[in-house]
């Protein structure tokens, strides 16, 4: 899924607007400059799932009061609201922990520092078929909207039928597209009026899900909002209901100015019993977007008044860092954010898999994270797998013979250079003028490419122009600064989208900013979509390094992180991996 | 020029010069632009401006020598790894403030995240500035007295046209113009980083200049008509002076104190104008300057306040320097005021 920062955050780290983000990573991390400290190896997010965890109410937390209302303060403003559309970490967040239901859930599991999979208004995580091409979801009884009326397994069926509609929410995540039955020609029930769409068939409360390829991982799809249950008729206008989405959740829109506030009530409608994984412990919330930065941090610094009751959306921006850390390190949340950022060299235009090589020996990682703002270890951990800590079946490696992670090595570069007889390479990568950050982290990285014997030359683009020049596949730039985060733990939300042959000319670029194409990784990726569920995960982990081994068409800069700032009031929130964002559904305040 | 020319202008002033000195030495007389000097000299103002200008004009010209000299790491970026200088994005203690004590190496410490030398920064910031300012001015007092000149002179439509022209200029906006004409820079020399950064520079100036020659052209024209209808112009057209001749042999000399005030307050003001711009992220970015250094001062005042304060101290320093020394000059050239 997409990052909720705005662009002018996201140059920062030289032009990483990340196309689409999710559901993984490592576990909570440690600050430090110690950066592999900062993942739990094997400890991923999200992979684990109870579900036997299918009754209500969610289990009562040690100590925590009732009462006072959350401050949420953020640097970005909120993009669509539709359910069907929340595809940033921000609004899957907001809606997913607090507002709209959806078939399954993540719940924060404080023990291993994980978020686990467990039911929310289906009775279990789905039951599929023997080849994942049909899932079987029972809905649970006695669920209201905020308005009383009650939810019902056709409501379900109309959200999932919504999440096709690509002409009216453009920004949703396309996974129905991708692997419902007609999905590719389903155009949803705006679109297709009367039309009916023969993949989804309820039954009573029960809805059945057809797939046209296996789909082991419906279950985690199942959590996004786009997966919950919508009311038919003019209350679910896709031009209004972004504007007050109903709630199922136990708390409810009351005023919404996009890009600037919102504010959440309790809703009264909302049942416990009915609800396994979620809490009511406080009044309500009051979020503030489109607050600068510095602001932000010295609110939160001073951690006075209404500060004691305030999380925050961002990390704690690096000038700041090492005061916070020293005043207030018990009030920083440290974690992960599931993403790699990596660099793209085009496989079209830089063939060598040597000079590929020896961009990885010459890029400077560390000045990099530094002249960008990030923090070393904190935010910006150097990794070598193309998936990042979390997903199962990864194991550590380097695809680079005497390459330690983030070092660089302007030496080895030229040799390997030289082998391959192109000195003087040149490469031209993007970089923001008006950005002073994305102009010290050009400056940082020609300085390193010129001395590993490239020839380096810096495209000039401006903070608005960056990303569209990016995902254009003629645009005179042969190297693609970016990265890709998981919409669940799995290699299945990696290799697809970032390594599979894109038709260029229909679907641009897409995730494939590497413009890599090799027939032999399509194969290998179809196959291992084909394969057992269990034999899975250590394909993946395979195919990572076979990839990586064979054609070297990208390299890792290094993983996300966060230390977001919570005021001294707030209990229970941690970082919950699979978004980078705050776990609010335990949240509590000490009155 | 002669004398009897310089009197028109001198003779109505009530300063004008002692016929005969304390020595009992006879002056004959004295150029407008003679007697300001000597004013100025007088005046402590003047004098003090001009050294705090002349040392930060003296530090700039030399940036280069002094960052050698100094052994300070202008190197953009240092030979070494940044990051061997950091810690969580600030200066390590040894190297200087905001965590540890001052030290020499550094005198104005380093720069966070990019580990550059503050000072030579600096230094660099200045030349970067005074060579706008300088260019901005020379280029638009030409263009403004030369249109000036030329429409006060000419009568008629030329003139009409002319004003109307100016009009034109001083109503645009020229912040809008600013903003609009740096993406169009950028976009265009986007592969070609040498020729941007020449380009930002002198796209710049023109932006200034556009934007700086119209106050200046209005000032000479109203002056020069003035002017056109005096004896010595008349009586040079009768007996068959070319007007060229006229214009820059007869009436420039004439201009020469509204031109030299009009220099002296815009220099001050294409400083902060340049800084301004930078400090906006539309002025120049590929090289260090002034309003650059500010913008990212601020991002770390709280922790790192001599980040901040060392450019916009140097920027205040400046442009006081400039707008007092330029109120001076005024003052020295304005024969209506008395010292």
């Given at each position: 899924?997409?990052?909720?920062?705005?662009?002018?955050?996201?140059?920062?780290?030289?032009?990483?607007?990340?196309?689409?983000?999710?559901?993984?990573?490592?576990?909570?991390?440690?600050?430090?400059?110690?950066?592999?400290?900062?993942?739990?190896?094997?400890?991923?997010?999200?992979?684990?799932?109870?579900?036997?965890?299918?009754?209500?109410?969610?289990?009562?937390?040690?100590?925590?009061?009732?009462?006072?209302?959350?401050?949420?303060?953020?640097?970005?403003?909120?993009?669509?609201?539709?359910?069907?559309?929340?595809?940033?970490?921000?609004?899957?967040?907001?809606?997913?922990?607090?507002?709209?239901?959806?078939?399954?859930?993540?719940?924060?599991?404080?023990?291993?520092?994980?978020?686990?999979?467990?039911?929310?208004?289906?009775?279990?995580?789905?039951?599929?078929?023997?080849?994942?091409?049909?899932?079987?979801?029972?809905?649970?009884?006695?669920?209201?909207?905020?308005?009383?009326?009650?939810?019902?397994?056709?409501?379900?069926?109309?959200?999932?039928?919504?999440?096709?509609?690509?002409?009216?929410?453009?920004?949703?995540?396309?996974?129905?597209?991708?692997?419902?039955?007609?999905?590719?020609?389903?155009?949803?029930?705006?679109?297709?009026?009367?039309?009916?769409?023969?993949?989804?068939v309820v039954d009573g409360d029960t809805l059945t899900l057809k797939m046209r390829k296996p789909f082991p991982d419906m279950a985690y799809w199942g959590s996004f909002p786009a997966i919950g249950p919508i009311p038919e008729g003019d209350a679910s206008d896709p031009a209004k209901y972004s504007q007050h989405p109903w709630a199922t959740g136990p708390y409810m829109f009351d005023e919404y100015t996009p890009e600037k506030s919102l504010t959440l009530v309790k809703n009264p409608e909302w049942d416990a019993a009915t609800d396994p994984g979620r809490h009511q412990y406080v009044d309500g919330y009051e979020m503030q977007f489109d607050v600068a930065t510095p602001k932000i941090d010295q609110i939160m610094l001073q951690d006075e008044g209404e500060a004691k009751n305030t999380v925050s959306f961002d990390s704690v921006s690096a000038p700041n860092y090492l005061q916070f850390k020293q005043d207030a390190s018990d009030r920083l949340l440290f974690g992960s954010e599931p993403c790699t950022f990596m660099w793209y060299p085009d496989y079209r235009q830089i063939k060598d898999i040597n000079v590929r090589k020896a961009l990885a020996y010459a890029y400077p990682y560390k000045d990099a994270y530094a002249a960008s703002g990030a923090i070393e270890g904190v935010t910006r951990i150097p990794g070598t797998n193309i998936m990042p800590p979390g997903i199962p079946g990864r194991e550590e490696f380097n695809p680079l013979p005497d390459h330690e992670k983030g070092a660089t090595d302007a030496a080895k570069a030229k040799e390997l250079l030289t082998e391959a007889d192109a000195l003087g390479f040149e490469i031209k990568f993007l970089y923001a003028t008006d950005d002073t950050a994305s102009v010290d982290t050009q400056k940082v990285i020609s300085a390193a490419l010129e001395e590993a014997g490239f020839k380096a030359t810096p495209v000039a683009s401006t903070i608005a122009d960056s990303s569209t020049t990016r995902a254009d596949p003629s645009a005179d730039i042969n190297v693609r600064s970016g990265g890709w985060c998981s919409d669940w733990p799995s290699g299945g939300s990696w290799f697809p989208p970032v390594f599979e042959t894109t038709d260029l000319d229909k679907e641009g670029l897409g995730a494939n900013y590497a413009v890599f194409s090799e027939p032999a990784v399509d194969k290998r990726i179809a196959e291992i979509q084909e394969l057992d569920l269990k034999e899975q995960p250590a394909a993946w982990n395979e195919l990572d390094q076979t990839i990586q081994a064979d054609y070297f068409p990208v390299f890792v800069t290094s993983y996300g992180g966060a230390a977001l700032m919570r005021g001294s009031n707030v209990n229970n929130a941690f970082i919950d991996p699979t978004f980078g964002m705050p776990t609010m559904k335990d949240m509590w305040l000490t009155q | 020029m002669t004398v009897a020319e310089l009197e028109v202008l001198g003779s109505g002033g009530p300063e004008a010069p002692p016929a005969v000195d304390e020595s009992g030495k006879k002056i004959t007389g004295r150029s407008p632009t003679r007697i300001a000097f000597d004013r100025l000299r007088k005046d402590k103002v003047a004098v003090i401006c001009s050294t705090a200008v002349l040392i930060l004009v003296i530090l700039g010209i030399l940036a280069p020598l002094i960052s050698n000299a100094l052994g300070l790491k202008y190197a953009d970026p240092p030979s070494t790894p940044a990051v061997e200088y950091l810690r969580f994005t600030y200066p390590k203690p040894e190297y200087g403030p905001p965590f540890g004590p001052f030290t020499w190496d550094h005198p104005l410490g380093l720069a966070p995240g990019t580990a550059h030398d503050n000072l030579a920064r600096l230094l660099y910031g200045i030349r970067t500035s005074f060579a706008v300012a300088l260019l901005a001015t020379v280029l638009s007092t030409v263009i403004g007295v030369s249109i000036g000149l030329v429409a006060g002179f000419a009568r008629g439509a030329l003139d009409k046209l002319i004003s109307f022209v100016i009009d034109v200029f001083l109503s645009f906006p020229f912040l809008l113009g600013a903003l609009a004409i740096a993406p169009i820079i950028t976009s265009r020399f986007a592969t070609q980083p040498e020729i941007l950064a020449k380009a930002q520079f002198f796209s710049l100036i023109g932006v200034l200049v556009i934007f700086g020659w119209m106050g200046l052209a209005r000032l000479i024209r109203g002056q020069v008509l003035s002017l056109r209808e005096r004896e010595f112009v008349q009586a040079a057209q009768v007996i068959g002076v070319p007007t060229r001749r006229i214009l820059f042999k007869e009436l420039l000399p004439n201009l020469v104190a509204p031109i030299v005030v009009t220099i002296s307050l815009s220099l001050p003001g294409f400083v902060a104008a340049e800084a301004g711009l930078a400090f906006l992220g539309v002025g120049l970015t590929g090289i260090p300057s002034l309003g650059q250094s500010i913008l990212r001062g601020t991002q770390y005042y709280d922790q790192y306040p001599l980040y901040l304060w060392a450019p916009v101290v140097t920027v205040a320093i400046l442009v006081m320097a400039l707008n007092l020394l330029g109120d001076s000059v005024r003052d020295a050239f304005d024969p209506s005021t008395r010292q």
């Open positions: 899924m997409r990052l909720n920062k705005p662009i002018v955050a996201v140059s920062t780290v030289a032009l990483l607007a990340l196309a689409a983000c999710g559901g993984s990573g490592g576990g909570g991390g440690t600050p430090g400059g110690q950066p592999t400290d900062t993942f739990k190896e094997g400890g991923g997010s999200g992979q684990g799932t109870d579900p036997t965890r299918n009754e209500g109410p969610a289990p009562e937390i040690e100590g925590a009061q009732e009462g006072g209302t959350v401050k949420v303060i953020s640097v970005a403003g909120l993009n669509s609201m539709d359910p069907s559309e929340a595809y940033y970490t921000n609004t899957i967040a907001i809606l997913q922990q607090l507002v709209t239901r959806s078939l399954t859930q993540f719940v924060y599991d404080e023990e291993s520092g994980d978020v686990i999979l467990i039911p929310d208004l289906a009775t279990d995580l789905g039951t599929p078929n023997e080849d994942f091409t049909e899932w079987e979801f029972t809905i649970r009884p006695g669920v209201r909207y905020e308005n009383g009326q009650e939810v019902t397994a056709d409501d379900v069926a109309f959200g999932i039928k919504r999440s096709f509609d690509r002409a009216s929410f453009p920004e949703g995540a396309a996974y129905s597209n991708d692997y419902f039955v007609d999905g590719d020609t389903y155009e949803g029930p705006y679109k297709n009026k009367g039309d009916d769409y023969k993949g989804i | -």
